[in-house]
């Protein structure tokens, strides 16, 4: 978190809220720094945001209050300078709308949490990287589970620079992709020469 240490501020995107997970453990990582931080996510079922208010202890969740502001509904909490919005509905249809109506800054941090592509393949195409693309800020960095070469030519396609990241449990390696950063060229050539084509929602739409 060194631009939170660096600028005082972060934005910080999440592609599935679910049941709050990623917004706790946000939460507990940096609370202990100086500087605000805005947290931003989106959850299709508005259920499961009221199951984790109803039913989970952390006071971040249990907190969230319904608002809507020029057609956008969203849930609101913050404690200190931490900051929690959740948007409700198809964020494919949204995200662009709530930028202006809820005046969210740009983004310096994705996490690309969606469900799979083959479950919520909307997510993961080239026209959605590219629209993440355009409202991030230069800095941004976007950190995904998934290690699936189209994953990785729809975000190539959509102009983010694609690194891989050492994996975790069973995982052997997960993806990471930046703005403006050169990447390796071996591994740039791997991706452009894999015969499996990117996502992108002309395909889909076949």
Known sequence: MSKLKRDGEITIFEVGYGLGV??????EKINSLEGKVHFISCELDEGLINWSIENDSHPLLNALI???????????????????TII???????????????????????????FSPKKNPHLWTTEWFSELKGLSASDCVLSTYSA??????SLLSA????????????????TIA?????????????????PEQCLSDKLLKK
């Open 22 to 27: 990623g917004a706790i453990r946000t939460f």
């Open 66 to 84: 319904e608002k809507n502001e020029q057609g956008t509904k969203f849930y609101q909490s913050s404690i200190g300078n931490f900051h929690l």
């Open 88 to 114: 409700v509905g198809d964020i494919r249809k949204t995200l662009s709308v709530a930028k202006i109506d809820l005046s969210l800054p740009e983004f310096n941090a994705i996490y690309q949490d969606a």
């Open 148 to 153: 699936a070469m189209p994953i990785r030519k």
């Open 159 to 174: 102009g983010w620079s694609v690194f891989k990241r050492e994996g975790y449990g069973e995982k052997r390696s997960t």
């Open 178 to 194: 930046r703005l403006g950063i050169e990447m390796n060229p071996v591994f740039l050539q791997n991706i452009e020469n894999s």
